[in-house]
């Protein structure tokens, strides 16, 4: 997990494109994005699709203006990302197990696990560049240091919030498992972009928006 290079986010986000279209194909052949009973008429996904939009602008002011351009394309794009990307895989999980109508809401909610995985090794990368040069320390090795700095943090966040999540699942019914899905899998997406995806996303992004507030 500490051997971060330039050819890891690539092939993650191939895999995460796949998965994308993937889910979009079955939401609009109608076999995908199913809802238990009439929650699909309940449900409306055009202002899901703008909130998902807000959030990830949200993101990226909020980096951009705390830090710095780099920071804020870089966590404003994993927030496009793994929201899209777990939607896709709700939508393909639905087709086994129907969602209810509170789907988007925890959809949106799963920022939260992105947010806690993600810019933990993003404030590490920026502190790192920012009390070392590039000489003393490349972009390369500040990701691998802020993954390894970081590993710690997020795993305690993983727990404790998968054990939040199974103790919903298995104290509801079938309705109540199938809305802790989206938040599972925003759990695992959020962990999987943040150590496939952010490190390098950030190194393309400081070696062109380098320049520092």
């Given at each position: 997990?500490?051997?971060?290079?330039?050819?890891?986010?690539?092939?993650?986000?191939?895999?995460?494109?796949?998965?994308?279209?993937?889910?979009?194909?079955?939401?609009?052949a109608?076999?995908?994005?199913?809802?238990?009973?009439?929650?699909?008429?309940?449900?409306?996904m055009?202002?899901?699709?703008?909130?998902?939009?807000?959030?990830?602008?949200?993101?990226?002011?909020?980096?951009?203006?705390?830090?710095?351009?780099?920071?804020?394309?870089?966590?404003?794009?994993?927030?496009?990302?793994?929201?899209?990307?777990?939607?896709?895989?709700?939508?393909?999980?639905?087709?086994?197990?129907?969602?209810?109508?509170?789907?988007?809401?925890?959809?949106?909610?799963?920022?939260?696990?992105?947010y806690?995985?993600?810019?933990?090794?993003?404030?590490?990368?920026?502190?790192?560049?920012?009390?070392?040069?590039?000489?003393?320390?490349?972009?390369?090795?500040?990701?691998?240091?802020?993954?390894?700095?970081?590993?710690?943090?997020?795993?305690?966040?993983?727990?404790?919030?998968?054990?939040?999540?199974?103790?919903?699942?298995?104290?509801?019914?079938?309705?109540?498992?199938?809305?802790?899905?989206?938040?599972?899998?925003?759990?695992?997406v959020?962990?999987?972009?943040?150590?496939?995806?952010?490190?390098s996303?950030?190194?393309?992004?400081?070696?062109?928006?380098?320049?520092?507030?």
């Open positions: 997990m500490s051997n971060v290079n330039m050819k890891s986010a690539p092939k993650a986000l191939y895999l995460s494109l796949l998965v994308i279209v993937a889910g979009i194909a079955v939401a609009a109608g076999i995908g994005l199913k809802f238990l009973g009439s929650g699909r008429e309940m449900v409306a055009d202002a899901l699709y703008i909130s998902m939009a807000v959030t990830v602008l949200v993101t990226f002011i909020f980096g951009l203006v705390r830090y710095s351009l780099a920071v804020g394309l870089t966590l404003g794009a994993v927030a496009l990302h793994d929201q899209l990307l777990t939607l896709a895989v709700v939508a393909l999980v639905s087709i086994a197990l129907p969602q209810t109508v509170v789907m988007p809401v925890m959809v949106i909610f799963s920022i939260v696990f992105t806690c995985q993600s810019w933990p090794i993003i404030r590490a990368m920026h502190e790192l560049r920012t009390a070392n040069s590039q000489r003393d320390m490349d972009n390369d090795q500040i990701a691998a240091a802020a993954v390894r700095q970081t590993a710690g943090l997020r795993l305690v966040a993983v727990i404790m919030a998968a054990l939040l999540i199974i103790a919903g699942a298995v104290s509801g019914n079938a309705a109540l498992v199938g809305a802790m899905v989206p938040l599972a899998v925003g759990l695992i959020s962990f999987y972009s943040a150590v496939c995806i952010i490190p996303l950030w190194m393309m992004c400081a070696a062109r928006f380098g320049k520092r507030k």
